[in-house]
């Protein structure tokens, strides 16, 4: 992984037109998820399956509230202060999670965790790799249960000094955590695999 603090706002990311994804833009998701280095045989899988649902043709992002298609996908950030990070007790999940939310037809997974950090924080960060250092498929669970996230888990850097203004419509609380604090049991299920990564030591137990 290659530390990077550019925004990423000079990125050619391709054409933005509503209705079906674009073929530009799903090989350059396509060459994301390919740039993953797997952390385990798990993230290996999720690679795979992630690369051959992109080359089906199917809808890659949701179209319609709540769920439709029933599989889409997401854009993570988190937000990292040397051995702390940034998370938001979401209220539709009922979970400590990092910020972020659902890619748009023809939106770059770049451009949609910074388009979130914008409307949900009101910050405009920078990266600290270029592309996301994890995927993850999960079954939702909370008010909205039942369809599957594909994740792509990015990291921006931040400043645990910092004060945030939240969408108090979807978090309760925003918080950071010293990573041997992250509440693992009430957090993402593969929060623990993307704290393994990010700091370079398998921590599950």
């Not at 270029?130 to 599957?148: D, K, Q």
Request: glycine share 4%; hydrophobic share 40%.
């Amino acid at each position: 992984m290659t530390p990077n603090r550019s925004t990423s706002r000079a990125l050619d990311l391709g054409p933005v037109v509503s209705g079906e994804l674009e073929t530009p833009m799903r090989e350059q998701i396509r060459s994301e998820v390919e740039a993953i280095h797997p952390l385990d045989e798990l993230e290996r899988a999720t690679i795979s399956d992630a690369l051959r649902w992109i080359d089906s043709g199917s809808e890659l992002c949701r179209i319609k509230r709540p769920a439709t298609p029933d599989k889409h996908l997401v854009s993570y950030f988190a937000i990292v202060d040397s051995v702390h990070l940034l998370l938001v007790d979401h209220i539709n999940a009922e979970l400590w999670l990092p910020p972020g939310g659902h890619v748009e037809p023809n939106e770059h997974p770049r451009e949609t965790a910074l388009r979130e950090a914008k409307e949900e924080l009101a910050v405009e960060p920078c990266f600290l790799f270029e592309h996301p250092i994890l995927i993850t498929s999960t079954e939702t669970v909370g008010r909205t249960a039942g369809h599957t996230d594909v994740s792509l888990w990015y990291v921006f850097a931040g400043d645990v000094g910092d004060e945030y203004v939240f969408d108090r419509s979807e978090f309760a609380f925003v918080q950071w955590f010293h990573r041997d604090e992250v509440p693992l049991e009430r957090s993402d299920p593969h929060m623990a695999r993307f704290l393994a990564k990010l700091y370079g030591t398998f921590r599950c137990s």
